[in-house]
T-cell receptor, first 111, second 113 residues
Framework: EAQVTQNPRYLITVTGKKLTVTCSQN?????MSWYRQDPGLGLRQIYY???????DKGDVPEGYKVSRKEKRNFPLILESPSPNQTSLYFC??????????FGPGTRLTVL | GQQLNQSPQSMFIQEGEDVSMNCTSS?????WLWYKQDPGEGPVLLIA?????ELTSNGRLTAQFGITRKDSFLNISASIPSDVGIYFC?????????????FGKGTKLSVKP
């Protein structure tokens, strides 16, 4: 089954404790992205990647890092999480010219 | 940066009614997408539009890519309770060096049986 998976689905952590949210897709898609969704603000892109070792900032990249060492994986790293990064995070992937497919979401709470 | 204005923000309709929502942009896109998000789930792609003027249907859903390339609309005919959710438009200039997608803030649809 074609899908985008994220882990963990839920995470509660404390300020400053580094964390990684993993994302994996099994569709051999070139493009992958990370979004955060906040009430009243909709979906905002954090980072995207057009292929292995090619990443670029989206609209709200501050406080986040990504890497794309393999085509199928695109982890999101928060080196020093802060409460304003409490949000619902979505990973997405697509092939060239097609619509994006989203993962199920990761709900992150930073205390 | 580019922004999308999606309207209405919310709709509360009776089952069986038709629904219309739209998105406008201050700049042009070469791709428009419409998504639906159910509570606790990720957005699911409903319709993708790749050409100005294109009109595409998916069951009871119809979407159009405006000829100015700055707008798009989504219609849902004969709404049913499972249409409830948040609908997002998204625009992109796929191809070239850009891979990013700009989203509207969503239209929350409620359907009264």
């Amino acid at each position: 089954e074609a899908q985008v998976t994220q882990n963990p689905r839920y995470l509660i952590t404390v300020t400053g404790k580094k964390l990684t949210v993993t994302c994996s897709q099994n569709m051999n898609h070139e493009y992958m992205s990370w979004y955060r969704q906040d009430p009243g603000l909709g979906l905002r892109q954090i980072y995207y990647s057009m292929n292995v070792e090619v990443t670029d900032k989206g609209d709200v990249p501050e406080g986040y890092k990504v890497s794309r060492k393999e085509k199928r994986n695109f982890p999101l790293i928060l080196e020093s999480p802060s409460p304003n990064q409490t949000s619902l995070y979505f990973c997405a992937s697509r092939s060239r010219g097609l619509g994006q497919y989203f993962g199920p979401g990761t709900r992150l709470t930073v205390l | 940066g580019q922004q999308l204005n999606q309207s209405p923000q919310s709709m509360f309709i009776q089952e069986g009614e038709d629904v219309s929502m739209n998105c406008t942009s201050s700049s042009i896109f070469n791709t428009w997408l419409w998504y639906k998000q159910d509570p606790g789930e990720g957005p699911v792609l409903l319709i993708a539009l790749y050409k100005a003027g294109e009109l595409t249907s998916n069951g009871r859903l119809t979407a159009q890519f405006g000829i100015t390339r700055k707008d798009s609309f989504l219609n849902i005919s004969a709404s049913i309770p499972s249409d409830v959710g948040i609908y997002f438009c998204a625009g992109s200039n796929y191809g070239g060096s850009q891979g990013n997608l700009i989203f509207g803030k969503g239209t929350k649809l409620s359907v009264k049986p």
